[in-house]
């Protein structure tokens, strides 16, 4: 079965760059969830979007800003990185919105390993 | 305040040993809740999930979980682990448009 594919898988970059990762959710996902996860620590939400419209806003950095796309996919821009920014990032989808429901689940992909140096 | 709390940080078991990590969470709504496993280098997958009706949750690699709602707890257990099941462990409960994780436990099992 397909799941999520987040590209690149690792990333190295100098501060004050910018990174760009992008994620491709399970075919008929409508919401994508990005989440930072630093060394040892639990998964951290970012941002969330539901047909392409931004549905919720976590901790997430005024240097940053994500989208959908027509196709589902979503990117998440950074830009002037920190050191503080290496993180594993996340993606997770699912599908039918924010409704309460038995068969809701996030599916999150293999992740993006950011390093700045 | 961490709205999802796991108090076992680090768990150490031989195994065959029996396996019980705690969660508690303290949302007030509509409780749908999670636990996911990762594994040295790998990403979140889902064990079990527990949306409403039987409080005990059967999920996958013979794990299972309760939901006390009391107790606004939903701990995780395996009556038998294996090495394999070395992994760091995430409690997590959604708020519709999130999910809230848990601090983690990291699990080490010796043969």
């Known amino acids: 079965a397909a799941g999520v594919i987040q590209s690149p898988r690792h990333l190295i970059k100098e501060k004050r760059e910018t990174a760009t990762l992008k994620c491709y959710p399970i075919p008929r996902h409508d919401t994508v969830y990005w989440y930072q996860q630093g060394p040892g620590q639990d998964p951290q939400f970012l941002i969330s979007?539901?047909?392409?419209?931004?549905?919720d806003k976590g901790s997430i950095p005024d240097r940053f800003s994500a989208q959908q796309f027509s196709d589902y996919h979503s990117e998440l821009n950074m830009s002037s990185l920190e050191l503080g920014d290496s993180a594993l990032y996340f993606c997770?989808?699912?599908?039918?919105?924010?409704?309460?429901?038995?068969?809701?689940?996030?599916?999150f992909g293999p992740g993006t390993r950011l390093t700045v140096t | 305040a961490q709205s999802v709390s796991q108090h076992n940080h680090h768990v150490i078991l031989s195994e065959a040993a029996s396996l019980e990590l705690g969660c508690n969470y303290s949302y007030g709504g509509t409780v749908n809740l999670f636990w996911y496993v990762q594994y040295p280098g790998q990403h979140l997958q889902l064990l079990l999930k527990y949306f409403s009706g039987d409080p005990l949750v059967k999920g996958i690699k013979g794990f299972e979980a309760e939901f006390i709602k009391s107790k606004f707890s939903f701990n995780l257990r395996k009556p038998s682990v294996q090495w394999s099941d070395t992994a760091e462990y995430f409690c997590?409960?959604?708020?519709?448009?999130?999910?809230?994780f848990g601090t983690g436990t990291r699990l080490q099992v010796f043969p």
């Open positions: 997770a989808s699912s599908s039918g919105g924010t409704g309460i429901r038995p068969t809701y689940e996030q599916y």
């Open positions: 979007f539901y047909e392409k419209m931004q549905s």
């Open positions: 997590a409960e959604r708020r519709p448009d999130k999910l809230i």
